[in-house]
């Protein structure tokens, strides 16, 4: 009967000591798997985060592509318009000097009216003429070569001579 005793004190000792100990074990080793999966799904989730990343910027040069491609030379073409125009009309503002009916010139005296908002700058007595009220209208002279007035010939300054 002490045999039996000892064996079932022996028993009672090891079941006690053991289920905490395999509790342990088992909680360690499931605690372990999770960190692994944890890591797994951490990898992934960067993954995925660089992969969104990579779209975006793969969206935006697109878009700067689109941008560069409708947008831009139209654009380039219409600022190169604006510059011949602008020569063009700088060509003619300095022929506008040399013109014999520069003193009544309605071209001139639109471009010295100040721009709207603006004070007119004092013209240093080259101006169209001694009335400079916006209401004036220059009285229409003959230009060179018209035929209604003169002789016709271009360059002439109808008095047929």
Do not use: F
């Amino acid at each position: 009967m002490s045999g039996e005793i000892i064996t079932i004190i022996i028993s009672a000792l090891s079941a006690a000591i053991a289920a905490p100990i395999g509790a342990w074990v088992g909680r360690k080793l499931e605690r372990d798997k999770y960190r692994i999966e944890l890591d797994r799904l951490r990898a992934e989730m960067k993954d995925k985060l660089a992969e969104v990343k990579s779209h975006e910027l793969e969206n935006v040069r697109k878009a700067a592509d689109i941008l560069m491609e409708s947008i831009v030379p139209p654009l380039k073409a219409e600022i190169l318009n604006l510059r011949n125009d602008v020569q063009r009309l700088n060509k003619a503002l300095e022929r506008i000097w040399g013109c014999p009916h520069v003193d009544r010139c309605p071209v001139k005296y639109e471009l010295l009216l100040a721009p709207q908002g603006r004070e007119r700058e004092p013209d240093g007595g080259g101006g169209a003429c001694d009335d400079d009220s916006p209401d004036r209208e220059p009285a229409r002279t003959a230009a060179r070569g018209d035929p209604e007035h003169g002789d016709g010939e271009p360059g002439g300054d109808g008095d047929g001579g």
